[in-house]
């Protein structure tokens, strides 16, 4: 699937990524990037990653910049 970076909370490594035509964003978690670290993120990035249920609901795993 392919998203775009909406939120980065830095102080703790996790974001958000904004999915077209969807109303609810994925949560991600910076154990959860593949081939780019956290601080490397930026807001607006495409992204490429699979869903999974986290324990909160669905969330974004094997997460690549696009």
Request: hydrophobic share 35%; charged share 30%; aromatic share 10%.
């Amino acid at each position: 699937m392919t998203g775009t970076i909406k939120t980065l909370v830095a102080d703790r490594k996790f974001g958000f990524i904004s999915r077209e035509g969807e109303a609810k964003d994925l949560f991600f978690h910076s154990k959860d990037l593949v081939g780019v670290t956290f601080d490397e993120l930026k807001v607006g990035d495409t992204t490429n990653f699979e869903i999974t249920q986290g324990e909160k609901g669905p969330a974004a795993t094997n997460v690549t910049r696009a």
